[in-house]
């Protein structure tokens, strides 16, 4: 696999674990705006390398988390529901990472909820 | 390039987006390169404090700074020898900064256990969604550092943990208000590091363990007895979740329950040689406690030796060390050919290491064995408890861990291996892998027991014929199966169509030897056991008889070998249980075949003992008489078998049960349409006029006691006969 390829594969599993347990802090404490920051930040980074290696699933998946989270950044009230959502997307981003680690391509599918 | 983060942000905000429910299918991804660039070179930066390195590269260093602190200590030891000499000074910065650097590369293996913890907070989110509970999950001391290898293998206890926690422990909002408890439900995780071992608390502030319910089960199961139980203090009681197959969930709920429990917690930190108990259980709340070690790469160790090798025992699973042998007071018996260890009034398998290995060719001589005084490491694994023989026990020794080389890797006893200070390499022996050679003390045996254990309290006993045939060991056999002793004098024994026979009450009956390859004694009388099925008579001839005891039973092993039903313990002496279908079924079958009693043929009938040698006993008896006999093992068990829409033409069912017992479920088949009609057997241990009584008006038909054989058959046809005629 190419290396950069793996790098990323890494990089992005440890990025998703700290978002996981950010979120559900954040989700406790909907007003701590440098918790919001960190996992937006974490985010977009992991969005930025998706599209830099032309892995279009992911990018849009996480570009789509990452909106959520503007909006809550923005003032949007952070309801259980919208943190299940980008929860459950993360979930997904971690099965077509599983996937890219198999075969060393992104999966094909849908991700459309 | 020189656009700060927040800008980007914005600009990504601003970019034409999906609405806020993450559907990307239309999702614009204009300007992606660009950003992706910027963002890349942002996360080099942030990684410049740390490197990332493969675990094969820190393996490498840890043996090789082993290897080094080996060298150092020989160096050591030859300066030592030495009076003057110009080496020590450097010698000594040596072995300092080889001591800092095996610390190092120690702590360069380390991770804080945070790393174990950080799905955990998620769990809990999707715990608490889904119970709808409100759970707090509260961690502390995460930057405790541990082994990374120890911190996999504790991930998946610490979340069953968690979830038990979250499932049993915490009550939900409406119970929580009804005990004066704030409606958050807290689990609190803590990690502290103590010696050369990290601890780790999983509290949680919920309704605490059902000591009811536990005692409740642990009865049911057989693990223990009321007496026992009486003295037992709570926490003694709730610490039976720990004993395989435990679960006092009433129904199996989609987190946890499936009756595969703490069991399997334990023994999974167990296998890295930690410890897990239960330290506190309240209405407030309770608490557990692990106890893992820091790193599996350094560990206890006890050396011993064996047919002149060394060996060192992973020192987390021995239990104790002791003295084998009739001088020591705990003798080895041979039961099936398989030695035992007689340790307080257990029986402990025993295995010869030095033949395990292969390090001796022959088989150990019994006798051998009983004279010579052999020191017995006594070794724990999970459940299982047996005994290995070895030569010498030298001392404990904190030795490190090398991975087997690829080439010894197929000899699964090892584990790894060491080398010690004076430079030898020796092996470290798998407790795991040699304690799956012992035949297994299997659950089915513990329960087995404990049933008996529990007949033993209600002074329940079976008169048991003691003989000898073939070997030395003591065999025994159920006096109320046998007929006749009867003493036949050699002369009279006569080959007929291919095996022996004897003219016995103006009949000939078939003679069968215990040992097959045994003649019968040239001269004297041939003591002879007789047994009748259906009125033929069969004759099993052996060595000698010993004595007629009345003990109570307790099949301790269960045993592999076809004839032998188990192993018991009778006056401190071990005992072979002979399975009497084993040796004459052959001959009963062939005068069923051409007997004129075949009305019991084909009737199916449903036998429900909770006792598995109760089980073991009838249903060769039954079989052989024609019954098509089908097994429960309690009453739950049979009434499912109603359930599932299962027919019988006879029921024969223990009184004395744990859960419901026999007449609760005679009641019950009384009462239903499908199976009222169907005739009752009651079998019991005791017999009293109340128990009679109570017995016909819950719906059975006979009552006979258990271990009387011909009751029973006769009970069986009266039974047969009566519903024949009604029917």
Redesign the interface.
């Known amino acids: 696999m190419d290396e950069l390829l793996s790098e990323f594969l890494t990089e992005t599993g440890e990025s998703l674990d700290q978002i996981d347990a950010g979120l559900v802090r954040f989700e406790q404490e909907p007003n701590d705006a440098d918790m919001l920051n960190a996992i937006f930040r974490l985010v977009h980074t992991v969005k930025g390398t998706c599209g830099f290696l032309g892995l279009d699933r992911l990018a849009k998946l996480t570009h789509a988390a990452e909106t959520l989270m503007g909006q809550y950044r923005d003032g949007a009230s952070v309801t259980v529901e919208g943190v299940s959502v980008i929860l459950a997307s993360i979930d997904r981003i971690k099965e077509i990472l599983a996937g890219i680690e198999r075969v060393g391509l992104e999966p094909p599918g849908s991700d459309a909820i | 390039m020189q656009a700060t983060?927040d800008e980007?942000?914005r600009a990504?905000?601003e970019a034409p987006?999906?609405d806020?429910?993450?559907?990307?299918?239309e999702?614009s991804?204009a300007a992606?390169?660009e950003?992706?660039?910027?963002?890349?070179g942002?996360?080099l930066v942030a990684r410049a404090q740390t490197v990332?390195v493969s675990v094969d590269t820190l393996e490498h260093l840890m043996t090789t700074v082993s290897e080094l602190v080996l060298t150092r200590n020989q160096l050591l030891d030859i300066v030592r020898r030495t009076d003057e000499s110009e080496f020590k000074t450097p010698l000594q910065r040596l072995s300092n900064v080889t001591m800092e650097l095996q610390e190092g590369v120690m702590k360069a293996r380390m991770q804080p256990i945070a790393n174990a913890w950080?799905?955990l907070?998620?769990l809990?989110?999707e715990l608490s969604?889904h119970l709808g509970k409100k759970i707090?999950l509260d961690m502390s001391g995460g930057e405790t550092e541990l082994d990374r290898q120890v911190l996999e293998m504790i991930k998946d206890p610490l979340t069953h943990m968690i979830r038990n926690a979250a499932d049993h422990g915490l009550e939900d909002p409406i119970d929580r208000a009804r005990a004066g408890k704030a409606p958050l439900g807290r689990i609190a995780l803590s990690a502290y590091q103590q010696g050369g071992y990290i601890v780790i608390e999983v509290h949680d502030d919920g309704r605490g363990l059902d000591v009811q319910k536990i005692r409740a089960k642990a009865l049911e199961t057989g693990l223990t007895t009321l007496a026992e139980l009486d003295r037992m203090s709570d926490l003694d009681i709730c610490k039976f979740i720990f004993k395989p197959g435990f679960s006092t969930a009433s129904g199996v709920s989609e987190i946890s329950g499936r009756g595969v429990g703490m069991d399997v917690v334990r023994n999974n930190i167990e296998l890295i040689g930690g410890t897990v108990e239960l330290r506190s259980t309240s209405p407030d709340g309770s608490t557990f406690l692990i106890k893992i070690p820091l790193t599996l790469a350094i560990m206890a160790a006890l050396i011993v030796e064996v047919a002149g090798e060394r060996f060192a025992i992973p020192q987390f699973s021995v239990v104790e060390l002791v003295r084998a042998g009739e001088a020591a007071g705990h003798p080895v018996e041979m039961i099936n050919d398989t030695a035992v260890l007689r340790l307080r009034d257990k029986l402990l398998p025993l295995i010869d290491f030095a033949q395990l290995l292969g390090l001796k060719a022959t088989s150990p001589n019994p006798d051998l064995l009983r004279d010579t005084a052999l020191t017995a490491v006594v070794i724990q694994v999970g459940t299982n408890l047996f005994g290995v023989l070895v030569d010498k026990v030298f001392r404990t020794e904190e030795i490190v861990v090398k991975p087997l080389s690829s080439v010894l890797r197929h000899v699964t006893m090892f584990s790894g291996n060491t080398i010690l200070g004076d430079g030898s390499v020796i092996m470290i022996i798998d407790p795991n892998a040699v304690g799956a050679r012992v035949s297994p003390v299997d659950a089915e045996a513990e329960l087995a027991h404990a049933t008996v254990d529990k007949a033993e309290a209600n002074e329940a006993r079976t008169a048991l014929l003691l003989f000898r045939a073939g070997s030395q060991t003591l065999k025994a056999v159920p006096l109320s199966l046998i007929t006749r002793l009867e003493e036949i004098s050699v002369e009279a024994i006569e080959r007929c169509n291919g095996g022996d026979v004897v003219q016995y009450r103006g009949a000939l009956m078939p003679l069968v030897y215990m040992q097959t390859e045994r003649a019968p004694l040239p001269k004297g009388v041939q003591p002879v056991l007789v047994f009748t099925e259906a009125r033929h008579p069969a004759g099993l001839a052996i060595d000698e008889i010993v004595d007629i005891v009345e003990e109570p039973l307790s099949i301790d092993l269960q045993a592999d070998t076809p004839g032998v039903i188990g192993a018991a313990i009778v006056r401190d002496q071990a005992v072979e249980m002979i399975d009497v279908s084993h040796y004459l079924g052959e001959i009963f079958d062939r005068h069923r075949a051409r007997g004129p009693e075949e009305t019991a043929r084909g009737l199916k009938l449903l036998l429900v003992d909770d006792s598995q040698f109760f089980r073991d006993m009838l249903a060769p008896l039954l079989t052989a008489a024609g019954y098509e006999v089908t097994l429960a093992a309690s009453a739950a068990e049979a009434l499912a078998l109603k359930d599932k829409g299962e027919r019988f033409d006879l029921i024969v069912s223990d009184i004395d049960m744990p859960g419901m017992d026999g007449i609760d479920m005679a009641k019950r088949i009384k009462a239903d349409t499908e199976w009222g009609d169907v005739p009752m057997v009651a079998l019991s241990s005791y017999s009293n006029p109340r128990l009679i009584e109570k017995c016909h008006t819950a719906g059975f038909e006979s009552y006979v006691g258990k271990f009387d054989r011909h009751s029973l058959m006769h009970a069986l046809q009266e039974c047969l006969k009566g519903w024949g005629e009604a029917a």
């Open positions: 983060l980007l942000e990504w905000r987006g999906p806020p429910e993450p559907a990307p299918s999702t991804v992606e390169g950003t992706a660039t910027e963002a890349g942002r996360s990332r950080q799905k907070p998620r809990v989110r969604l707090e």
